[in-house]
Nanobody, 125 residues
Framework: QVQLVESGGGLVQAGGSLRLSCTAS????????MGWFRQAPGQEREFVAA????????HYADSVKGRFTISRDNAKNTTYLQMNSLKPEDTAVYYC??????????????????WGQGTQVTVSS
């Protein structure tokens, strides 16, 4: 059974930073791509960022490109999302996911079945 546990959320002022962590157990973490998604109240869950199993390739939603950085430490079974220059519209519950990450004419990430419980990020104006 795979378990994903997110942490690091909180309340921050606009322009501030947070670093989210997602720790995995129950599977060989280093073999799988990881993704971050977010869901704001009343909205659908949306893709934020993805990283290949090795960490060599990353992909971001246009809304966070240049502000967020995804990374991973396979020795710690953990993936991170560094969020800088936060905006009120970044307010959401953030989830990590194990999925499929590939390149065709562009990078694509398809969410898998395993999700964490989420961590709340609130950005005040």
């Amino acid at each position: 059974q795979v378990q994903l546990v997110e942490s690091g959320g909180g309340l921050v002022q606009a322009g501030g930073s947070l670093r989210l962590s997602c720790t995995a157990s129950g599977r060989t973490f280093s073999s799988y791509p990881m993704g971050w998604f977010r869901q704001a109240p009343g909205q659908e869950r949306e893709f934020v960022a993805a990283i290949s199993w090795s960490g060599g390739s990353t992909h971001y939603a246009d809304s966070v490109k240049g502000r967020f950085t995804i990374s991973r430490d396979n020795a710690k079974n953990t993936t991170y999302l560094q969020m800088n220059s936060l905006k009120p519209e970044d307010t959401a519950v953030y989830y990590c996911n194990i999925g499929v990450f590939y390149y065709s004419d562009s990078y694509y990430y398809t969410a898998g079945d395993y999700w964490g419980q989420g961590t709340q990020v609130t950005v005040s104006s």
